[in-house]
Every structure is written in structure tokens, then in C-alpha cells.
């Protein structure tokens, strides 16, 4: 059995939207619209299945917000705000894959110290952890001028991740 529709998922697919439809632009106009359309369709899909599943539960699905949790997430907004305003500066290139490295970070912390042993959240962080790094290299190889390459490939390539965790299990629940 597949873990229920949670609002962790709700969170997932709101967060992998914004990374599609902020940083797709290299599709150009068309391209983006299309993939900003399915990214929100995919986001619209886990809200449903979030929906029906809190009617029939009556349940919020919510997690348990522990000090664990509150010392990561405060960790991961200074962060988030502290080094994108750094590179904003320095090396503007490098901002979206910092912001998914420091999501990936995130997750692989969740894992470790919140819900400890939890498979999903320590796998979502690596791979997005690897993303990051990919969008860095290329930030780094590439310079200022590669900024639209590198948010490309952190940015599009997390949200798909990200909605590719959530999306099939909320479609999966709909069928149920």
C-alpha cells in the first residue's frame, strides 16, 4: 500500500510547479506555456487527491511539526535567503541550483533527524542534491552568460522531480 496524499504532498507539488513555471524559460514561449500548463495540471491532480482524501478520512493529513522539523526549516530559509542574496551578487548564475542544493539538503536532513529512516525524503534529497550540483557545474563552467542554462536544469529539473513523486501516487488515489 502507497502512503495516502499528505499536505507534504501538497507542498511538493506547489514548490515543483513554481521551479517549472519560473525557470523554463529556455523552451521559449510555446514550450514554456506547455510546461508550465502541466506542471500546474499535475499540481491541480495531488490537490484533488488531497481533497478527497481529507473528506473521506477527515483528516488534514498533516505531519507532526517537531523541534526537528521547525530547526530544519529555519536552518533552510536563512539559507535560502542568505546565499541566493550572496550570489545574487557575486555569481547570479549560481542562484537556482543553490536554492535546490539547499532544498536537497533539506530533505536528506528530514530524513536523518525528523521522520528518521524515511526512505523517500533521503532519496528526493539526493537526487535533488545531484541536480543541484549538475546546474552548478554548469553555472561555473558557463559563467553569467550560462544563468538561463543552469536555472534550467536545477530549476525544471527539480520541479519534475518533485512533481513526478507526488503526481502518480495522487493519480493512483483518484482511481481508488
Do not use: K
Not at 495540471?41 to 498533516?62: D, E, K, L, N, Q
Not at 533552510?76 to 535546490?100: D, H, K, M, N, Y
Not at 546546474?135 to 538561463?148: D, E, L, R, T, Y
Amino acid at each position: 500500500m502507497t502512503r495516502p496524499i499528505d499536505v507534504g504532498d501538497l507542498v511538493g507539488a506547489f514548490f515543483g510547479t513554481l521551479f517549472v513555471v519560473l525557470n523554463a524559460g529556455l523552451l521559449g514561449a510555446v514550450g514554456h506555456t506547455v510546461a508550465a500548463v502541466l506542471a500546474l495540471a499535475c499540481a491541480a491532480t495531488v490537490v484533488a487527491a488531497f481533497v478527497r482524501r481529507r473528506r473521506a478520512a477527515g483528516s488534514s493529513g498533516m505531519f507532526p511539526l517537531t523541534r526537528s522539523y521547525r530547526v530544519i526549516l529555519a536552518v533552510e530559509v536563512v539559507a535560502l535567503f542568505g546565499g541566493t542574496a550572496v550570489l545574487g551578487r557575486i555569481a547570479p548564475q549560481l542562484s537556482v541550483p543553490w536554492v535546490v542544493l539547499v532544498v536537497g539538503v533539506h530533505f536528506l536532513a528530514l530524513a536523518r533527524w525528523w521522520l528518521v529512516g524515511a526512505r523517500p525524503f533521503g532519496v528526493l534529497g539526493a537526487v535533488l542534491t545531484l541536480i543541484a550540483l549538475v546546474g552548478g557545474v554548469v553555472g561555473v563552467v558557463g559563467g553569467p552568460a550560462s544563468a538561463p542554462v543552469a536555472a534550467f536544469v536545477a530549476g525544471v529539473g527539480a520541479g519534475v522531480v518533485m512533481l513526478g513523486g507526488t503526481t502518480p501516487r495522487a493519480v493512483r488515489a483518484l482511481r481508488i
